[in-house]
């Protein structure tokens, strides 16, 4: 009961928010309209999924986690008030949420670095703790345990592009 009232909180709390996804530099950003479809309007698409655009933690001390999460990304928030501290981090919204930490392994989300094992270092040397080791599985890959409890995965993947 407690997840589906967090579930619903947390829409409420996005929607209540001004969040928008900026396009990689040199993106370009022209729109067309397909056939018989306005200008400026949204073409639907048959992917279910257009990728990472939040990621959400919930934690026990907002004001530590905006600390820790600036010092963690080298951002400053973008988004600040009670209930939410949002940062923009390479065109993606990473959230944070007061409330009760219900502990558990969840899904992870992984976050693009150029170097894994020293961004995991980092994270290490921040206060976080090893959840699972940097691996190579054709990239390079692991997570750790913020402060706060929530699991943060790092990913060196040179390869990988932001595609609309």
Not at 16 to 41: K, N, R
Not at 105 to 112: P, Q, T
Request: aromatic share 10%.
């Amino acid at each position: 009961m407690r997840r589906i009232l967090a579930a619903i909180a947390t829409g409420v709390l996005l929607t209540s928010c001004h969040l928008e996804q900026m396009p990689p530099e040199g993106a370009d950003t022209t729109t067309t309209a397909a056939a018989g479809v306005p200008a400026g309007s949204i073409v639907m698409t048959d992917r279910h999924f257009l990728g990472l655009r939040t990621v959400t933690y919930t934690v026990a001390d907002l004001a530590a986690a905006k600390a820790w999460y600036t010092e963690a990304t080298g951002v400053e928030p973008s988004f600040d008030e009670p209930y939410y501290v949002g940062f923009s981090v390479g065109g993606f919204e990473l959230g944070l949420m007061p409330g009760e930490v219900e502990h558990g392994d969840g899904g992870i989300a992984y976050w693009g670095v150029t170097n894994a094992d020293s961004a995991y270092q980092r994270l290490i040397d921040l206060g976080a703790t090893e959840h699972t080791p940097i691996a190579d599985h054709g990239v390079r890959i692991g997570a750790v345990r913020d402060p706060f409890d929530n699991i943060l995965g790092v990913v060196e993947w040179p390869e990988f592009e932001v595609k609309p």
